[in-house]
């Protein structure tokens, strides 16, 4: 997706100390492909966290690049984001609300398939240039063909 397809309501940045909260769960030996492009600077911190990474303002939905998408997509595209993860057969980690899991789509698409990485707490996204306070909702790392070392990790 390209930044003028985005709804105004997507535009939540994922802050650097997020990445690094999962920077051990993130394979070192692939390319990531972070897939929406925000304000550019999400793949700066994975960069800065020493890995290889894809991050340009293309069209998610008519590329593909990488080994694996390590990125937070505009929620409101959520579905049809998972929809064609799985149609490539793409390994991923996504940043989506935790209300996603109890999703059928999500169900049907990648049934006992997927494992989580569970945040401390709820994130403070980044909007506007500024971190927000008191998010009313929990987000998750939903990962699929990541061999994490147990399908629920606590952060």
């Not at 997706?1 to 990445?19: G, H, L």
């Not at 894809?54 to 080994?67: L, P, S, V």
Request: net charge neutral; aromatic share 14%; with cysteine.
């Amino acid at each position: 997706m390209t930044n003028d397809k985005e709804k105004k309501d997507d535009d939540y940045m994922t802050p650097k100390a997020v990445w690094e909260s999962i920077r051990d769960y993130i394979p070192k030996n692939k390319v990531i492909w972070e897939a929406f492009y925000g304000d550019g600077k999400s793949g700066d911190y994975l960069r800065e966290l020493g890995f290889e990474v894809i991050h340009e303002d293309i069209d998610f939905f008519k590329e593909n690049k990488g080994d694996i998408v390590v990125s937070n997509p505009p929620f409101s595209s959520k579905m049809a984001v998972l929809k064609r993860l799985k149609e490539l057969d793409k390994p991923f980690i996504l940043l989506l609300p935790a209300s996603t899991l109890g999703t059928k789509t999500l169900q049907e698409l990648y049934g006992d398939s997927l494992q989580l990485i569970i945040p401390k707490g709820r994130i403070s996204y980044i909007k506007n240039g500024k971190q927000t306070t008191g998010v009313w909702f929990a987000s998750f790392f939903y990962c699929y063909k990541c061999a994490l070392p147990r399908d629920l990790v606590f952060l």
